[in-house]
C-alpha cells in the first residue's frame, strides 16, 4: 500500500466511513469532503495523522489540508475507496449543523463550492497568460501566429467561463448540470447583441459571472418546482422547456439586468475603497486576509477578481490579497532561524518553498497557527505588503497562482513595484516576528502524530 493510499483509508475512516460522505472535491491543498453527519467526525484524530496539515471545519465542508502534489494524489486514492468521482455528490441530503452557520458564510460557502473545481483551469489558463505577457515584453510579434496560439490556450476558458459556473452552480443547488451550462450561454452569447428591451439593447456578458450564478440559481428552482407537478413519462421533454423557456426569459428581463447591478455595485465598492482609503485600504485588505483563508472561504472572492477582469480589464485587489501570504513566508522565516525544534524547522524547510510560490496553507496550519503569534506578526508583515501595493497602483491582468508567480501576470510597469511589495511584506513580517517573538514549547510539547 503506497502512503497516498495509507492515508486515504485513514481519513476515510476518521471520517465515518464512506456512508457518512456526502461529495468530495479538492483544491490546491485541500481535501473537501461534505459530510452527512458531522457529530461521526474524529476531527482531533485526523489533525493528528502524519500528512494532515490541519483541519478546517466550515458550514458546508470538512476541508483537509495536505498540501500540494500531496492533495491531489490522495484524493484519487479517496475517491476511489470512498466509491465517488471526484465532484460528484450523493442524493442524500447533509445535515450539517454549525451555531455560527451566517448567511454571509453559507453564501461564501456556496461560491466556493462552485470555483473551487475550476481553479486548476483558472491557474493553468491565467499562467499561460502571462507567459504570452512576457513573451510579448521580450519582443514577439503580438499579431504573430505563435502568440496568437497563445491567445487561445491562454484566454479560452475565461471567454466561456460563465458555462462552466452554470454547470457547477447547478450542481450545487441540486439542479440538471446541463441545464445550468445553458444559464452561461444565456449572458455570454454574442446573439443576445440584437435584443432591445425598453428602448435599451443587451450586452452579452452583462452582470458576468454573478447573472450566471442568479439565473442558474433561478433555472434550478424552476426545474425542481415543475418537476414535482409533470408526469414522470413526459418530464424528460417538458420540464427542461418550461425551464429553459421561463429562465430565458427571467434573465433578458430580470436576472441579467439585476447581475449587472451587483457586478459594478461589487466592483465599485472595492474600487472606491482603493481610490479613498490608499495604502491604509491596502494594509487592512491583505493584513485580514489570512484568516479568510484558514477558514477556507476565501475562494468565494474567485467571482469578484472574474469581475474586476470582466469589467476593468485590470484586478487592483489581486496583488493586495496576495501580500497575506508573503507576510507568512516573512514570518516562517523569523521562526525557522529563531526555534530549537529540529521538528519545526523541518516543517518550515518543506513549507517555505510553496509559501513563495502562492500556498500558504502549509504555513498557516504547520507553523503560523500552532505558535499563535507568528500568525499575529504574519498579518501585521502582509498589511505593510498590501499598503505598498495599494500606493503603487499595482494590478493584475489574469488569474494564477499568487506569491511570485503573479509577477508573470502583473501590468506591464508595475511588476517591479509587484516585487518590491513581495519584499516588504517579507522584511516586515520578518522583523514582526522577530521582535514579538513565540512560544518554542508549544511545538516541542505537541503529541507526535499517527503513522510516524
Not at 114 to 120: A, H, S
Not at 288 to 294: A, G, N, Y
Not at 321 to 341: C, E, I
Request: charged share 10%; aromatic share 8%; hydrophobic share 50%.
Amino acid at each position: 500500500m503506497t502512503k497516498q493510499q495509507e492515508l486515504a483509508s485513514q481519513i476515510l475512516q476518521r471520517v465515518g466511513g464512506k456512508e457518512n460522505l456526502r461529495a468530495a472535491t479538492y483544491c490546491m491543498t485541500r481535501l473537501r469532503l461534505t459530510i452527512n453527519d458531522v457529530s461521526t467526525v474524529d476531527v482531533a484524530a485526523l489533525k493528528n495523522l502524519s500528512g494532515v496539515l490541519g483541519v478546517v471545519e466550515t458550514p458546508e465542508q470538512l476541508q483537509i489540508i495536505l498540501g500540494p502534489g500531496v492533495v491531489g494524489k490522495v484524493a484519487a486514492e479517496f475517491t476511489a475507496l470512498a466509491g465517488l468521482q471526484l465532484g460528484e455528490v450523493q442524493d442524500l441530503k447533509a445535515q450539517i449543523k454549525d451555531k455560527n452557520r451566517t448567511p454571509l458564510k453559507m453564501f461564501l460557502g456556496k461560491l466556493a463550492a462552485i470555483f473551487v473545481p475550476l481553479i486548476p483551469a483558472i491557474v493553468g489558463s491565467g499562467m499561460v497568460s502571462g507567459l504570452t505577457n512576457i513573451a510579448i515584453q521580450l519582443g514577439a510579434d503580438p499579431h504573430g501566429t505563435f502568440i496568437t496560439i497563445l491567445n487561445v490556450i491562454g484566454w479560452g476558458f475565461f471567454s466561456y467561463l460563465g458555462i462552466f459556473v452554470g454547470i457547477n452552480t447547478a450542481k450545487e443547488f441540486s439542479g440538471t448540470p446541463a441545464i445550468g451550462g445553458l444559464a452561461g450561454i444565456l449572458i455570454i452569447n454574442p446573439a443576445i447583441a440584437s435584443i432591445t428591451i425598453q428602448g435599451m439593447p443587451l450586452v452579452p456578458g452583462r452582470g458576468g459571472i454573478f447573472g450566471v450564478i442568479l439565473v442558474a440559481w433561478f433555472m434550478t428552482i424552476v426545474e425542481k418546482q415543475v418537476r414535482r407537478f409533470v408526469p414522470n413519462a413526459l418530464d424528460i421533454i417538458v420540464t427542461p422547456l418550461i425551464t429553459l423557456l421561463t429562465g430565458g426569459f427571467a434573465c433578458f428581463y430580470v436576472l441579467q439586468p439585476a447581475g449587472g447591478v451587483l457586478s459594478d455595485g461589487i466592483i465599485q465598492l472595492f474600487k472606491t475603497l482603493l481610490d479613498f482609503g490608499g495604502p491604509a485600504a491596502g494594509f487592512v485588505l491583505a493584513g485580514t486576509f489570512l484568516p479568510v483563508v484558514m477558514s477556507g472561504l476565501h475562494q468565494g472572492l474567485v467571482p469578484v477578481h472574474m469581475e474586476f477582469f470582466n469589467i476593468q480589464k485590470a484586478n487592483p485587489l489581486m496583488p493586495i490579497l496576495a501580500m497575506a501570504g508573503a507576510g507568512q513566508v516573512g514570518a516562517a522565516a523569523a521562526v525557522y532561524l529563531k526555534t530549537k525544534n529540529r521538528q519545526l524547522k523541518e516543517i518550515i524547510k518543506g513549507a517555505l518553498p510553496v509559501g513563495m510560490l502562492g500556498i500558504g496553507e502549509p504555513l498557516i496550519f504547520g507553523v503560523a497557527l500552532p505558535l499563535g503569534r507568528p500568525f499575529i506578526t504574519a498579518c501585521i508583515g502582509a498589511g505593510f505588503g498590501g499598503a505598498f501595493q495599494a500606493a503603487m497602483h499595482v494590478n493584475a491582468i489574469a488569474m494564477g497562482l499568487s506569491g511570485i508567480p503573479l509577477a508573470f501576470l502583473i501590468q506591464p510597469g508595475s511588476i517591479l513595484y509587484y516585487l518590491a511589495g513581495i519584499l516588504v511584506a517579507y522584511a516586515a513580517g520578518f522583523l514582526a516576528t522577530w521582535l514579538v517573538g513565540f512560544d518554542d514549547c508549544k511545538m516541542e510539547s505537541a503529541p507526535e502524530k499517527e503513522g510516524r
